[in-house]
């Protein structure tokens, strides 16, 4: 099975292209890639909490699916120790934009499999997240005793994401 790309090589902000269209000939992306996020809220949802955990970007760039799944993964599996009731956590941001590759032919008999750069839209390889300077990628809501497991958890998930992160504590 071949292995995905490198993040860096889908990092940069480009211009999205994913209209999907009921009409075959106007829909440039024949497929939509399966998401790879399993679930967008954690925790009690109901329930008031004192904090407010946010982590925000802070440059401009794409998050894979992924990477939002393993960051989600990682910090969830600190936080559900507490109980399911004891923390809210949310997923901010949706991976609407669609990742293309136009595969190029190497070695022997290339240049008759090969279009090059002549029809070179690409298929879709998978999905990324847009986030803009300063945009919210993870939320928590926990209560005081809880905190100090809530800051671990959101750093845990900055190592995760392809960017330097900010972590903003607000009082509710």
Known sequence: MARIRKGVSYRRLERPNTRISKYKKKAFIKANPAKKIVRFNM???????????????????????????????SSNRLLEPLGPSSYFMRLRVYPFHILRENPLATGAGADRFSTGMQKSFGKPIGNAARIMKGQTIFEVCVDEPNLK????????????????????????
């Not at 009690?44 to 904090?51: G, I, L």
């Not at 497991?149 to 009082?171: D, Q």
């Open 43 to 73: 925790g009690d949802a109901n329930k008031k909490f004192q904090y407010t955990l946010s982590l925000k970007a802070r440059n401009a760039l794409q998050i894979r699916d992924n990477s939002l799944e393993s960051a989600r993964m």
């Open 149 to 172: 497991m809530a800051k671990e958890a959101m750093k845990r998930a900055s190592h995760k994401i392809p960017c330097s992160c900010i972590l903003e504590v607000t009082k509710n």
